[in-house]
């Protein structure tokens, strides 16, 4: 929530063309991810990640380059993965999209930002920032531009 906050108020992410990219902000989405990204022209989605890696692994997803079974389970239940898998099956799936996520604590109760999340999310946040342009302009790779 706080690098979807982050990149809300970004600038980079605000010069891009209206409707272009989507943040939304949903606590536990599960199915309704879909409804939200829907007619979306880029989507970025934004997770807690428990993959089992060191706790401020950063993580990126590009479309079309990963199976979305593949994908760290959120600490969310039904979450973005599992939204992905049911976005897929109806094909439903936005043409451009790009999952990043964050590894957390184990322990992480979903309250605050553990230290590792939070020393390694001002650098996340400008990743997403500093690709923002380019997707909004090109796409993702391999992915082409909605109509």
């Known amino acids: 929530m706080v690098a979807a906050e982050a990149l809300?108020?970004?600038?980079?992410?605000?010069?891009?063309?209206?409707g272009q990219i989507v943040i939304s902000i949903l606590?536990?989405?599960?199915?309704?991810?879909?409804?939200?990204?829907?007619?979306?022209?880029?989507?970025?989605?934004?997770?807690?990640?428990c993959s089992g890696a060191l706790?401020?692994?950063?993580?990126?997803?590009?479309?079309?380059?990963?199976?979305?079974s593949g994908?760290?389970?959120s600490s969310?239940?039904?979450?973005?993965?599992a939204a992905l898998e049911l976005a897929h099956a109806l094909g439903d799936?936005?043409?451009?999209h790009l999952v990043r996520g964050v590894e957390i604590e184990?322990?992480?109760?979903?309250?605050?930002?553990s230290r590792a999340v939070a020393r390694v999310l001002p650098a996340f946040v400008r990743e997403i920032e500093a690709e923002?342009?380019?997707?909004?302009?090109?796409g993702l790779p391999g992915m082409s531009r909605a109509s």
């Open 8 to 18: 809300q108020r970004s600038s980079v992410v605000k010069a891009v063309e209206s």
């Open 27 to 49: 606590e536990r989405p599960g199915t309704m991810l879909l409804a939200h990204w829907h007619d979306a022209g880029i989507v970025i989605v934004i997770d807690a990640v």
């Open 55 to 68: 706790p401020g692994t950063c993580f990126r997803f590009d479309a079309g380059k990963w199976a979305v």
């Open 71 to 73: 994908l760290p389970a």
């Open 76 to 81: 969310h239940g039904f979450g973005v993965a």
């Open 93 to 96: 799936l936005p043409s451009r």
């Open 106 to 113: 184990p322990s992480c109760s979903g309250f605050g930002l």
């Open 132 to 138: 923002t342009p380019q997707l909004a302009k090109t």
